[in-house]
C-alpha cells in the first residue's frame, strides 16, 4: 500500500491535476519555493541576483511556460503559453516535453520574478531558444509587456485568434491564474 502511494506521489503531476492543499492543513504545510543559490527569496520588490546565474540539467516540464531544472522552478522569459486547463494547453506543454527529452536544458536565469519562480532564457543543447520554439509552432504568445517584442516575429499569423485566452490575459481583459 506504502508502494502505490509513493508511486501515486512521484507521478501526480504528469496526468492528474494538482490541487493544492489548504494552508490551514497541518498535514500539508505549503513548502517555500526553492532557490538557487545566490539568489535571495522573492520579496515585495522580487529577487535581485547580484550576477548572472546559470542552471544546467534534465527539464521536468509542469504547463507551457513554467518548468523546473535542478530543483528550481522557472518561467521561461518572454512569452504566454495556454493554462492546462484551457484550449491547446496540454499541447503546448508536450511539445515542451517532446523538445526537451533526454537533453540538458541550459537556463540563464534573468532578475525578474513571476509568481515566485525566477524568470530564465532556456536553450536546447544546439542552441534553440524553447520560448522561441513554442512560439513560432503557434503554442506560445510573445508578451511584449516582458519581451520587448523579441518573439513577435514569429509568431504565425491567426494565432492570437487561436490562443484567445492568452492573449486577452496579456490585454487585461482576463484575470491571471492563481499561482500554483
Not at 135 to 144: E, F, H, I, K, T
Given at each position: 500500500m506504502r508502494l502505490i502511494a509513493l508511486l501515486r506521489r512521484l507521478f501526480r503531476g504528469s496526468s492528474a491535476p494538482r490541487r493544492s492543499a489548504p494552508t490551514s492543513d497541518p498535514r500539508h504545510p505549503r513548502r517555500p519555493p526553492i532557490q538557487p543559490p545566490g539568489v535571495p527569496p522573492a520579496q515585495s520588490g522580487g529577487a535581485i541576483l547580484t550576477q548572472k546565474r546559470v542552471l544546467t540539467g534534465p527539464c521536468f516540464v509542469i504547463d507551457g511556460d513554467p518548468i523546473i531544472i535542478d530543483g528550481v522552478r522557472l518561467r521561461l522569459y518572454g512569452i504566454d503559453a495556454p493554462e492546462m486547463n484551457h484550449p491547446w494547453g496540454k499541447r503546448a506543454k508536450w511539445a515542451v516535453v517532446e523538445m526537451t527529452r533526454g537533453h540538458r536544458v541550459r537556463a540563464e536565469l534573468l532578475e525578474d520574478v513571476s509568481y515566485d519562480r525566477c524568470v530564465a532564457r532556456c536553450y536546447l543543447p544546439d542552441g534553440r531558444d524553447?520560448?522561441?520554439?513554442?512560439?513560432?509552432?503557434?503554442?506560445?504568445?510573445?508578451?511584449?509587456?516582458?519581451?520587448?517584442?523579441?518573439?513577435?516575429?514569429?509568431?504565425?499569423?491567426?494565432?492570437?485568434?487561436?490562443?484567445?485566452?492568452?492573449?486577452?490575459?496579456?490585454?487585461?481583459?482576463m484575470p491571471p491564474e492563481p499561482a500554483r
Open positions: 524553447i520560448g522561441a520554439e513554442l512560439v513560432s509552432q503557434g503554442l506560445a504568445l510573445d508578451w511584449p509587456k516582458f519581451s520587448g517584442g523579441c518573439y513577435r516575429h514569429l509568431e504565425p499569423e491567426g494565432v492570437r485568434r487561436k490562443l484567445w485566452r492568452a492573449d486577452a490575459r496579456q490585454k487585461g481583459r
